[in-house]
């Protein structure tokens, strides 16, 4: 297959002014936005030709960008997005692949990719991405970022196209942990406690990486020199394939009662692998839909013991590096399901999930994660504060 054709990162929608606030605490900060997030003046697209072409301006802006325009960060566009953000490739049939800055053979991953490449490049120092099955997180390990996703329902929603409801979440990218610690302070409530974390190791997690990875086992070494000995859990109830098996069959059923209407009406310009996933998520039964509610309710109890108080698991992100900007349908197809295993264990349980830029694997990004029971936002952030302050002082690993 013939390399992707490259993507600029913003979606070149005619310029709009967006006001921001002269004064507060993110005004030297320049703030990019995935396209499914509403910006007063702008059309929202989702990656989709048809709404890209023919939506209106919206009047008002999503309340996640109003809060961060509101304490001075600095509007510079909207970022392209996977259609209707239902894919984590990072390249679109008709749209075509943002360049991944730090690896530049290789994909950005999605669906939040624009978002991605634009803090990559030094474009924008943060960027808004939706995360429902691993949006954010993902492209933050294939482009060398710092990457989060809050606990479910802790940044409001309303002006974001939802995927999935009962997963979305809205998260963001950094370089730095600083940057994204000072995001947080404005889009988070403000933190209970800061206590230090208990970390927890997931033999099962552990096991789904691939080989040539082992700088990535070094770099959580390096973390649990400075945090302490972990406590080896196993943290899926059978396995992590079964546990990403149940919650594709969630998402792809709430993905479909969202959108299906409009695929119907639009089916022959969707893009192709999207078009087949929807096709799939069609197809999703109630007696899966009831087996998988009943697994994700497991996972909750089994969480809600295992991620008391100050523990937090140290994993990793993604099994293995970004795939080649020129790799085959069906390694896209591979690389999504052995992904989605590492990926689904955040969501699942409605958890933060905090992703750092400490490893690469053949000369790409693959990033290390941390994760904290549901509401224990700022004990993740203070964390990576604190990771990289010592890092940065004895080197990174």
């Known amino acids: 297959m013939p390399p992707r054709a490259h993507a600029s990162v913003f979606v070149p929608y005619p310029a709009a002014t967006v006001a921001q606030a002269s004064a507060g605490p993110l005004t030297d900060l ?14 929202t697209g989702a990656g989709t030709r048809t709404l890209t072409a023919t939506a209106p301006p919206r009047t008002r802006s999503a309340s996640a960008v109003v809060q961060l325009l509101q304490a001075g960060a600095r509007f510079v566009g909207k970022t392209h997005t996977d259609e209707l953000a239902f894919s984590l490739d990072g390249c679109h049939a008709h749209f075509g692949a943002p360049l991944n800055p730090a690896a530049p053979d290789r994909l950005t991953g999605g669906s939040s990719s624009g978002s991605a490449a634009a803090v990559a490049a030094g474009l924008a120092d943060v960027a808004l991405g939706s995360d429902t099955a691993g949006s954010v997180r993902l492209p933050a390990s294939h482009c060398g970022l710092y990457g989060f996703r809050p606990s479910h329902a802790l940044v409001a929603l309303d002006g974001m196209l939802p995927l999935a409801p009962s997963f979305d ?14 995001v947080a302070a404005v889009l988070l409530p403000p933190p209970r406690c800061r206590p230090r974390p208990r970390l927890l190791w997931p033999v099962d997690l552990w096991r789904e990486l691939r080989p040539g990875t082992r700088s990535l086992r070094a770099a959580a070494r390096a973390v649990v020199s400075l945090l302490g000995t972990p406590r080896e859990v196993q943290v899926c109830p059978d396995t992590p394939e079964e546990m990403a098996r149940h919650f594709l069959a969630l998402v792809g059923h709430e993905a479909w009662q969202l959108h299906g209407a409009f695929v119907t009406r639009h089916g022959d310009e969707i893009e192709p692998e999207v078009m087949r996933s929807l096709q799939w998520a069609r197809q999703i039964d109630e007696r899966q839909v009831l087996a998988a509610l009943a697994h994700r309710r497991h996972c909750q109890a089994r969480w809600s013991e295992l991620l008391a108080d100050d523990r937090v ?13 020129d790799a085959e349908v069906a390694t896209l197809r591979s690389h999504r399901g052995r992904a989605v295993r590492l990926l689904c264990v955040a969501p699942m349980v409605r958890a933060p999930q905090l992703t750092l830029p400490l490893a690469t694997a053949s000369g790409a990004p693959i990033g290390l994660s941390l994760i904290g029971a549901p509401g224990n936002d700022h004990l993740l952030l203070q964390t990576a504060l604190t990771l990289a302050e010592a890092l940065d002082a004895e080197g990174k690993p």
């Open 30 to 43: 320049r703030l990019a936005v995935k396209d499914v997030f509403d910006v007063a003046g702008y059309p």
């Open 169 to 182: 979440t809205c998260g963001w990218f950094a370089r730095d942990a600083v940057t994204l610690a000072r």
């Open 313 to 325: 698991l140290i994993a990793p992100t993604l099994p293995e590096p970004a795939p080649h900007r």
